[in-house]
């Protein structure tokens, strides 16, 4: 999961996904098929896609304990 030091990192990409209709509509998809509330879904996707950045860049993901 992403550490609280990177929650300024969800919010901006959680602005990101807000701005996309494409990215909107799948998550709408996806908060339906997982049961979640439309806001759960895009706060996870957000989450998923800050870890992938740090990963790709090459920084360590802290996980929570």
Known sequence: DVCSSDL???DKVV???KAN???M???KIK???RNKTFE???IDDAKWIVNNR???A???VEKKK
């Open 8 to 10: 300024y990192l969800v």
């Open 15 to 17: 602005e990101e996904i």
């Open 21 to 23: 209709p494409n990215l």
């Open 25 to 27: 509509e799948d998550i």
């Open 31 to 33: 908060a339906e098929k």
């Open 40 to 42: 759960q879904a895009i």
């Open 54 to 56: 740090l990963k790709k």
């Open 58 to 60: 090459g920084l360590k």
